[in-house]
């Protein structure tokens, strides 16, 4: 089972940039779907974003257009680039892999997550 290490959370004002990056061990990195979700005090987890091995991307219609997923399958990383924050992007943020990228249901390692806060 893969494990996995969130860093870059941290406080923002709102509209400022923030990136994410969640190292991945093991040697089957890339053939893991791979994803951020979030979980806001409340809230449930939610599904943000996910990246196949191939690079094909998906993303909760909230974060289109702000946030962008990467992966770089030599480093066993995936990012998140975070911009135009929101105060209602203030969450959790976790990494995770999984086997299909268009299916959140399919994500079962997770890291310990890194807190990110927008103010406002």
């Known amino acids: 089972q893969v494990q996995l290490v969130e860093s870059g959370g941290g406080l923002v004002q709102a509209g400022g940039s923030l990136r994410l990056s969640c190292a991945a061990s093991?040697?089957?990195?890339?053939?893991?779907?791979m994803g951020w979700f979030r979980q806001a005090p409340g809230k449930e987890r939610e599904f943000v974003t996910t990246?196949?091995?191939?690079?094909?991307?998906h993303y909760a219609d909230s974060v289109k257009g702000r946030f962008t997923i990467s992966r770089d399958n030599a480093k066993n990383t995936v990012y998140l680039q975070m911009n135009n924050l929101k105060p209602e992007d203030t969450a959790v943020y976790y990494c995770?892999?999984?086997?299909?990228?268009?299916?959140?249901?399919?994500?079962?390692?997770w890291g310990q997550g890194t807190q990110v806060t927008v103010s406002s």
């Open positions: 995770a892999a999984g086997k299909v990228a268009g299916v959140p249901s399919s994500f079962g390692s």
């Open positions: 093991g040697r089957t990195f890339s053939s893991y779907a």
């Open positions: 990246i196949s091995w191939s690079g094909n991307t």
